[in-house]
């Protein structure tokens, strides 16, 4: 499936795993009925089948089982279905069972080796690739994934940010470290990229707020977990909204465009004139750093000088009383001083 129109915002739903047919299908009839009745349009139908967990008395999918339940979705509702494919083979059983959409997950993430078995899996077939962050905070390792699939031909590659793991103690369960998302999206500015913030929050009390933090910077849907009974699901029972709460949810948010307005583009004429002062600024400060460094050496003066440092310090932080402000001029200035000292 392609997502010719990255501006229409893409819904995902659907339980965390698959546990019998009755629920797989009792949720699909919800999320259908409130999505119909909403006028909201359910991209796809989501469940895990084969499920990775910590402990290994934990609740682990219904295998193979659970796909003739999807796939009983997909030709009744008529709602495209995803799995996560845990393993290369899982594609095959994908395949037999008309599952196109499939999602990589956080654990599985970690490992490139068994990536690349799964993109050579699915090498010049048609299935749409959903790649999942790692559960670590590595982009590098998040762009390598999506360029596997890529690689292998793959023509419907998203991302899904799922949050980071996260041992201190925190309200949510993974940390979404927003600039991670933000930086991807700046450097495959064609990917499509959506939000989980199901397994960001871990439980329902700041799914709202995430998901519209997620809209409010660009990203093009999100992925829920749904289930027609949240407190008795088999994993995961803490973040799962029932269908109702989903379509409240997504009704209850304000969306944001991804088109530039006129009003934009004249902000941005007067942005890209302070830039280019700057830039030219920056630059001519770099030639005269070099002079001093140059008169500090024929002198046998120090580099580090604390004293004349402080007076430039407080040249900057008479501007405003905002704390972001000055903590990103903090930021600046340690990296215009160090870089001051490395050239000298
Ligand atoms: C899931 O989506 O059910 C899942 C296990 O997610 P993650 O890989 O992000 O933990
Ligand atoms: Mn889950």
Not at 94 to 116: D, L
Not at 151 to 174: C, T
């Amino acid at each position: 499936m392609n997502l010719n129109n990255l501006e229409e915002k893409v819904w995902i739903a659907g339980p965390c795993a698959a546990e019998n047919r009755e629920q797989v299908l009792e949720t699909a009839f919800q999320l259908r009925d409130e999505a119909q009745k909403r006028n909201l349009k359910l991209f796809a139908y989501r469940a895990g089948a084969w499920k990775i967990r910590s402990t290994p008395d934990s609740f682990e999918g219904a295998g193979n089982t659970a796909l003739t339940w999807l796939q009983e979705v997909q030709d009744t509702l008529n709602i495209p279905v995803c799995v996560e494919v845990v393993t290369a083979n899982h594609v095959e059983v994908c395949a037999k069972h008309n599952v196109k959409m499939f999602w990589v997950g956080a654990r599985t993430s970690v490992n490139p080796a068994e990536i690349q078995k799964i993109a050579d899996a699915v090498k010049n077939t048609n299935f749409t690739v959903m790649v999942k962050n790692p559960i670590i905070p590595d982009l590098k390792l998040w762009i390598g994934n999506i360029e596997r699939f890529l690689n292998a031909n793959v023509k419907s590659v998203m991302a899904i940010h799922r949050g980071f793991a996260d041992i201190s103690e925190n309200i949510l369960r993974n940390s979404p470290m927003w600039e991670i998302p933000i930086d991807l999206k700046v450097k495959m500015p064609h990917l499509p990229i959506f939000c989980d913030p199901s397994h960001i929050t871990g439980n329902i009390n700041w799914i709202q707020q995430i998901s519209q933090i997620a809209i409010n910077y660009g990203f093009n849907g999100l992925m829920l977990e749904t289930h027609n009974n949240p407190k008795k699901a088999l994993s995961d029972s803490s973040q799962q909204l029932t269908p109702t709460e989903w379509g409240e949810l997504i009704s209850s948010l304000s969306l944001r465009s991804n088109i530039d307005s006129i009003d934009l583009e004249k902000l941005r004429s007067k942005l890209q004139n302070i830039d280019n002062q700057l830039s030219e600024l920056l630059y001519q400060r770099m030639t005269i750093v070099d002079e001093i460094a140059k008169v500090k050496k024929e002198n046998n003066i120090s580099v580090v000088q604390p004293k004349q440092w402080e007076q430039v310090v407080k040249r900057y932080k008479n501007h405003s009383e905002d704390t972001v402000y000055q903590e990103f001029i903090n930021d600046f200035l340690e990296l215009l001083h160090q870089n001051s000292i490395r050239r000298q």
